[in-house]
Structure formats: C-alpha cells, structure tokens
C-alpha cells in the first residue's frame, strides 16, 4: 500500500511528524513500511518561468524563438511545441540539468540560433503521457522558483508491506486512522454516512446470489465530459506508480486509493436493456474480452457482471471492452459493491489476473463503506466531469450481517499485557479506532467491532489492539522467572542411553528396525496360536502388505538383518535393539507398548574371520548369557541376594520359547516375574530366514528392568591385606544347578568371602550317573588383618557344611 504524506494530511493532522517518526509509528503498530521515499527529487532542479516574447525561427517554420523570463535572467530558448506564446507560464530545464530518462540539457544552437535550456513537456517530466505542447502553469505563477515548490510536488511515499488480516488498511483513509489512533487526533472523512434513495427508474439491478454478492449499489451520473484530470489528481496517482487516464478512470483509481472500495464506471449509452444482473456464466458464455484486450476463458464458479443481454465485466477483477469509458461517454453508471472474497480469488488466480481490485475484494472490503466511496466518487465527477447525479439509485443489501460485538475484560486485559490500565483508557483507546465500547459492568466493556475490522473475532484481538494504541515500547520489559534448579530427567532415557553406548562399546551394533511388521513372522516364528494372532496390533491402511501389523517382538528384525549381512558375505554379527512392541488389549483402548532389549549373536566370536591357521572361535550359548550378564552388571541389578536378586532358570515346557532349540535356553527371573530369555534358536527356523548358521539370542522386558531398583553407587577402597583361595570340587545330582551352589555361598554371609566363581563342571566315566562334578574356588578376604590357615579353614568347612546339606553334594575324591 502506497500513500504520499500530503495525501496523509488531508485525514489527519500529522503536524510535528516526520516522515520517518509517522513510519516509526505505523511500524510499531503492525503495519510494517517498507520505504520512505522523497517524490519527485529528480525534477527539483527545475524552474518555472514565463515566456516574454514568442517570435517564429528565422530558418525554421515548425520552431519558436522564445525569449523566457526565470527570476532575473533573460534566456533564449529555441521550443518545437505549438503552444509556445507570449505569457504562458511553463517550466524550464536549464543547462546541466537531467531530465527523467536520463536526458542532458545544454546550450545548444537549433538551426543556427543559440538555445539557453528546454521547455518541457508533461511527458518529458514524466508526469503524465501528455506530449501535445509544454507544460502550462496557472496564471499568476512567479517564475524563477523551484518547480515542484510552486506545483506543490514536494512530498513523501511511504509504502506500507500489509498483512492478509488487515484489508482496511489498504486506503489512504485506513492508514490515517491508525495514525489518529496514535497520535489521538480526529479523523476527517470525505464522504460519512452517505445514504441513497433505492428507487431509480433509469436502471435496474438483480443479485442472483447475495452469497458471492453481498452488497451493490450503483449510481447514475449524466452529461459526463471526458477530459484529462487537473493536476492535483494526476498528481496524486503517479506519486502512487498509477497512470493517469481521463477524468473519469482517475476518479474511481484515486477513490479506490482513498476508501479501499474498488469502483468500476460503465458507459451506460453501452449497457443493453438498462439492466444489471450479477450472475455466473450461463451455458454458452466460454470467453470474454476485458479491458486489456484478452479474451479469458470463463467457468462456472465465476461471478460476472451483465446487462440484460451479455456480461459487461469479471465482477471484482476487470471491466469489459463492450463498456468501457471512452472519449465520447456522456453517460456513466457508477458501480460500488461487495463480493465473496474466495469467489474473486480463484478467479483471479483461475486466469492470472491479479489487479488492484482484485487485490482487496481477495481481502474483503468493508460492506458499509460502499456508499461512502460511491457518494464521494459522484461527488468528484460532478466536481471534475461537470456531471449530475441523479438522486435515486439503486442499493442491493442482500448480504447484510449482524453486528459483530465482544466483551473485554479489563483484569484480563491488564494481566497479559502485564500493565494496569483503566476502562476509561482502554475505551479511549479502541474508540479511537472506530470501535464502539460501552460498560458492561465494573470489570467488562461491551465492544461493537466496526465491519472494516474483519480480522477481529475473540477478545485476545482486542486485548492486541489495545497494546498497538498503548505502545508496545510502553509495555515494560521483565525476565521471566526460570527455577536455576537442576530439571528432573528421565532416567529410563538416561538408562537407554547408557545401555547403546556400553553394548556397542562389547563390540555390538544397534539396529533399528520398523515398527511395522509382516503377520508370516508369527508363523516362521511358530508363534501362530490363536491367542498370538488375538493380540496382534493390524493395521487399516498399512503401507503395503509387508508392513500390514505392529510388532509383537523385535527378534524376526533382527534375524532380517542377519539374513541381509550374510547376503552381503559378513557372517560375522553381533547386533542388537532397543524399541517398542505392542499388544493388542480391546478394540475400544490403544495397544500396550513395551519397550524391549533384544540381541543377535553368530559366526565368528572375536567379529573377524580367523586365518587358515588358527582354530575358528564360534559364538556359543554362553556369548549370549555373558551379555545379558554384563547388561545387568551395568544397570546393577545381578545382586546375589535381596529384593533385586536376578536368576537364569531352566524353563519349563510350558514357558519355553517354541522357536529356541530345547536344553540350550534360559529364562531370566526376578522372583515370580519372568524378565526375559536367551538361547539357541532352532535351526529349521533360521532356514526360514535363509540362515545356515547358528544363531544365538537373547530377549529382556526393558521397561520391568527400568523398574527394578537398582543397587547405590559406593566406594571401596583397594584392599589392604592379602586374598586366600580354596578349591572344592563336589559331586551333585545332575538335576541341580551350579549357580545354585554360587548363590548359596553367596548368601551364606560369611564375612570372608570376597568372590565365588565355578571354573569346571564335569560329567564322565569317574562320575556317577544321574551326577556331575562342579569345581568351586572360593576367595577370602579380611579388611582387618592377614588371614591365617586356621581361619581360612574354618569358613571353608562351613562351606563345604552347608553345600552337603542343602545339596546332598560330597566331596569329590581325586
């Protein structure tokens, strides 16, 4: 949006404003400008002057010899222009002047005959296209002043960047009432309160639909002169980048400029039947020819403007060439309306015609403003045209809405703005603006929103309005109150975090997998039971057939992955994830999600194939068992006795995995709570997966470990006194764990032991069947002292005491 700030002035009074400090507060308001630019700096050093005397060229039939008066020179001056005589006032460019376009004037001789500068033209000025002789100045004009002094050319645009929200501020008259908002001064309207009769006889107006047209009025305006404009209007709509036409088009420009309601003049002598319909195409109506000569293509949607017999123009966008304003129009009808601004923006966008009209009927204009605009635009012709207006015309109000009224509070206002305001402030403030504001009670203010508002809807809006008005510069600054205590984390993150880092750190690597899956998995997995595929998370729109479920373990990922590396010759893989799974409970509640820890583990053992020489180190059971160890052993949670306490157990034949081959799987316990299991995987299930290899796994309810509590951190310094170490070697049933002989010793409390590890379990020709021999060393240790043989011996047949009753085990002879 473009305005000059003499323009300005004719609104509200900016006395004691600059240019710069009025951008400043247009700014500050929302109304972001983007340039302030001096008009017209080009053309300052020009002069006005008076011809004294106008004689024909001695050499020349089509050149005047002029001698030109500017201030106390006399200058000779050589001009081609037909209106060049004695005592016209007009403008000269002296030498060493540039002339827009980028012409040089100097002393020059024509035919012969020495010329001291130029006359000019409008068009050589480039203020109009008017190039019929030089400019004419008004009589009394004294010569030798500054041109655009004695022109009033002096001025300064400023161009406003708007937001889609604020189509009223898209007019001259909508900018100055946010600067008397501001400044809190009145602001001057041309035209308010314009009211028409209804009943011309002379014309017509039918609105099909008061959908995609609200509102349209029209007014009648005889014995029209079609003329160039007078200055000041020329002036002010190229100061805007706006071409002059005539008399007629420039009054609907500078209107539209001035209230933001776009304005359209039809000859009326052009229009069949004295009629106007706003209307959609009827069959048969394709194309139409708008003002610039093209024919567009029209459709259905869009909304025309016809006579009685054919439309005359694309409502809201453009006139037609078959009624066009031209040099002989004597008659025009006046039309000022308001249209659906989705209908006009899929017009203009449909036919790639974006005008100035069009640019604020897309936004809205202000359904009440459009007798305002046509009463002021009638007012012009007869000024400027020497028109006369009928009295009666026509005011199709179809679309008429209610009042749009909000209540605000006061308190609510004063606690997100942080101030303290009164009610009389505030209603001083929004009435400034055109809002009305009335108490409601001691604490609310009934608000009536103007219809030019159409961006405020709820009282946050009028709570930002009052902050626009009061001064965003006048709201104080305050920190906000920010707690410098240490944020609470999430310490199952922190625990995943660590578990990736220290499982990768053993030579793992992390996979991740989609959480989508395929429904055959449960079948290659053997897990295809009726009370499996009940829990199963399906999909209704999955992305292909492959990804139809949700998972229910991350094993058939992992195995995938096995598979694609032993495809690509790395059969050496250790990896492992951390997701989400999910169980169906009921259509009527979301899915259980629990995350899991899975491992995969198989070929060589060391991660890298051994030379030809060297014994290749297979990964076994026991590579599976050892992570799931050390996972525990880092989240403190393989204590050997207390609440904490964490067992691997043979499983029944009932809790075994059906996918792991039978005596080589585990399952992990906490009490009565299975925790997860580890194991060799059979192998025609593998085979199914493309697998020759033996796959070892392991599979741990993540989220049940996060809830178990682990044991403190402590400090222990390094021992002082010297460690003991007995061996003993028993022979037990065969049904008997080992570890159960560790975690007995363990939770013995005898205050010695320091560690206890198992370093053979042997079953032979020398054992017993249905026995098994497990070698036991034992450390001791005191914090006190050094151990002496007597009290190693003593705790060590305690040992042995306690292992033979538990147990039935005895000692093993050599």
């Known amino acids: 949006m473009k305005f000059t700030l003499d323009w300005l002035n004719h609104y509200v009074d900016t006395d004691g404003h600059t240019a710069d400090q009025l951008a400043e507060y247009l700014t500050m308001l929302g109304l972001e400008v983007d340039a302030v630019s001096p008009l017209h700096q080009e053309l300052a050093p020009l002069k006005t002057a008076r011809i004294i005397s106008a004689q024909p060229h001695p050499d020349a039939d089509k050149l005047t010899l002029c001698e030109v008066a500017v201030g106390d020179e006399i200058l000779q001056i050589v001009c081609g222009a037909p209106n060049a005589r004695s005592g016209l006032n007009t403008v000269v460019a002296l030498p060493g002047t540039t002339l827009p376009g980028e012409m040089k004037i100097k002393k020059s001789k024509v035919r012969g005959v020495e010329s001291c500068g130029m006359l000019c033209s409008e068009r050589e000025l480039a203020l109009s296209d008017s190039h019929t002789g030089i400019m004419e100045l008004p009589e009394g004009t004294a010569h030798g002043q500054s041109f655009i002094t004695a ?82 209007l020329r002036n002010r709509l190229t100061s805007i980048g706006l071409r002059p036409i005539n008399n007629v088009v420039d009054i609907t420009n500078f209107v539209m400029m001035e209230y933001g309601q776009p304005l359209h003049a039809f000859d009326f002598d ?114 400027l045209a020497d028109g006369t207006a009928e009295d009666a015309g026509r005011d199709v109000y179809l679309g008429r809405l209610p009042m749009k009224t909000l209540t605000l509070r006061v308190s609510r206002t004063c606690s997100l703005l942080g101030i303290d305001l009164h009610a009389a402030t505030i209603t001083t403030l929004l009435q400034s603006i055109g809002f009305l504001c009335k108490p409601k009670d001691d604490d609310t203010l009934w608000v009536r929103i103007p219809t030019y508002r159409v961006d405020i809807d709820r009282e946050a809006d009028l709570i930002e309005e009052v902050a626009r008005l009061h001064g965003y510069g006048n709201i104080p600054v305050t920190l906000p109150q920010v707690s410098l205590s240490y944020p609470e984390q999430d310490q199952g993150r922190i625990k995943r975090t660590t578990i990736t880092r220290l499982l990768t750190g053993i030579g793992f690597s992390e996979a991740i997998n989609y959480s989508f899956s395929n429904d055959k998995y449960l079948d290659l997995l053997q897990l295809a039971s009726d009370d499996d595929r009940r829990h199963t998370v399906r999909l209704l729109n999955p992305l292909s057939e492959e990804q139809g479920v949700l998972r229910t373990s991350l094993l058939p990922g992992l195995l995938e992955n096995v598979d694609r590396n032993i495809r690509f010759q790395k059969t050496e893989v ?29 070929g060589n053992r060391h991660g890298y194939a051994s030379p030809l020489h060297f014994k290749e180190n297979k990964v076994d059971f026991l590579d599976a068992k050892g992570a799931v160890e050390f996972i525990l052993g880092q989240m403190r949670l393989n204590l050997p006795a207390g609440p904490t306490r964490i067992d691997f157990q043979l499983p029944g034949p009932d809790g075994r995995e059906p996918f792991v081959v039978p005596g080589e799987t585990l ?75 560790v975690n007995a010793i363990r939770t013995s409390r005898d205050a010695l032991i320091e560690d206890v590890t198992i370093f053979d379990v042997y079953q032979g020709k020398t054992i017993q069947k249905g026995y098994k021999s497990v070698a036991i060393s034992v450390t001791y240790r005191s914090s006190t002292k050094t151990l002496t043989e007597k009290n190693v011996e003593k705790s060590n047949r305690k040992i042995v005491d306690l292992l033979t009753e538990k147990f039935g ?4 002879d050599a």
Not at 158 to 186: F, H, M, W, Y
């Open 151 to 232: 022109l009033g050319l002096e001025d300064t645009m400023i161009e406003v960047d708007l937001t889609p929200n604020r189509p009223d501020c898209a007019s001259v008259i909508g900018i100055a009432r946010e600067i008397a908002g501001k400044l809190q001064r009145p602001l001057r309207l041309p035209v308010e309160g314009a009211r028409v009769d209804h009943t011309s006889r002379s014309f017509s107006v039918d609105v099909e639909s008061s959908e995609l047209c609200p509102r349209y009025a029209a007014r009648l305006v005889t014995g029209i002169k079609i003329g160039p404009s007078p200055m000041w």
């Open 270 to 383: 052009n229009l069949k039947g004295g009629k106007i319909i706003v209307r959609s195409p009827k069959d048969g109506e394709t194309t139409f020819t708008t003002l610039d000569g093209v024919e567009r293509k029209l459709s259905p949607e869009m909304l025309l403007i016809c006579d009685g017999d054919r439309p005359v123009a694309l409502a809201g966008i453009m006139g037609g060439m078959n009624s066009e304003v031209t040099e002989d129009t004597t008659t025009v009808l006046l039309e000022s309306a308001c249209f659906n601004p989705v209908s006009i923006r899929k017009t203009a966008r449909r036919l790639g015609l974006a005008t100035d009209a069009s640019y604020r009927f897309e936004r809205g204009v202000d359904p009440d403003g459009v007798c305002n605009a046509m009463d002021r635009a009638v007012q012009l012709l007869s000024e």
């Open 809 to 812: 085990a005895s000692l093993r």
């Open 574 to 602: 250790k990896l492992f994830e951390l997701g989400k799974v999910f169980t169906d409970i009921g259509a009527a509640t979301q899915p259980i999600e629990r995350n899991r820890l899975a491992g995969i583990l198989c």
């Open 667 to 741: 399952q992990v316990r906490h009490a009565e709570t299975v925790l997860g299991s580890l194991g060799r995987i059979r192998p025609e299930i593998l085979r199914s997966f493309d697998i020759k290899l033996d796959v070892f796994y392991f599979d741990l309810d993540f989220d049940a470990l996060c809830n178990l509590v682990a044991a403190p951190k402590s400090f222990t310094a390094l021992p002082v006194y010297p460690s003991v170490k007995r061996d003993i070697a028993l022979v037990i049933p065969g049904s008997i764990a080992a570890g159960d002989l």
